[in-house]
């Protein structure tokens, strides 16, 4: 028969002051070799990336943001108009608009706008 195990399982603190124990003991007890490869591997990695959604609206206060995407979207368009298509300021309602729609949905009214559909106020 199999024995029971009475041990506890660490909590989640304990588990990750135990992981960083164990790393401790790793870089003391591994050799520094530097070589070129090495140096070239760190350079090559890249940045960070920062992922970001739009700020808080006071207008949108629930938690369905389906209105919040549809107006960022009217937003961005509106400001494309006004001030053409390279201009900087629209880049961040851009920005919001792509990270709080779904893609088909933009797809969807992007087709909308092409064909006179569109059921906003542009």
């Known amino acids: 028969m199999a024995k029971a195990v009475s041990a506890q399982t660490p909590s989640l603190s304990e588990q990750y002051h135990l992981e960083n124990e164990v790393k401790q003991v790793k870089e003391v007890a591994a050799p520094q070799v530097t070589s070129s490869e090495d140096e070239v591997a760190e350079e090559e990695t890249p940045d960070e990336i920062t ?9 949108f206060p629930t938690t369905n943001q389906t209105r919040h995407c549809f107006t960022r979207y009217i937003e961005y368009h509106r400001c494309v108009a006004a001030k053409g298509d ?5 880049d961040k309602f851009a920005k919001f608009y ?3 729609c779904p893609s088909e949905w933009v797809d969807r009214w992007n087709e909308q706008r092409e064909n006179g559909t569109f059921p906003g106020p542009l």
Do not use: K
């Open 86 to 90: 390279d201009a900087p300021e629209c």
């Open 98 to 100: 792509r990270s709080l």
């Open 51 to 59: 992922l970001e959604t739009a700020p808080a609206d006071f207008r």
